[in-house]
């Protein structure tokens, strides 16, 4: 069984997921439960050591980009589009 809520909306929905067999437990959390004084530096280690590749995650486009950004993200080419917004 899959739960999950809106705490906005207080809605809620479930449904059936994936059975995960007898002894196997499924475990998630509510707005991530990262601490940032510790979860940071490791992803800091990890990209110093070549095994977080941040660099293939993050894509940037001129503002005039944005829907080819969007568009992007869409098909999976990016994963977190940035859109720079330059001065006027």
Excluded: C, H, W
Aim: a positive charge; hydrophobic letters at 35%.
């Amino acid at each position: 069984m899959v739960t999950g809520s809106d705490p906005s909306t207080r809605a809620t929905a479930s449904g059936r997921g994936p059975s995960l067999g007898i002894g196997s437990r499924a475990k998630g959390s509510l707005r991530g439960g990262a601490v940032p004084q510790r979860f940071i530096p490791e992803l800091i280690t990890l990209y110093q050591a070549g095994k977080f590749p941040i660099d293939r995650l993050v894509k940037e486009y001129d503002f005039s980009e944005i829907n080819r950004a969007i568009a992007d993200a869409k098909r999976g080419d990016t994963i977190k589009p940035v859109l720079r917004i330059s001065k006027m």
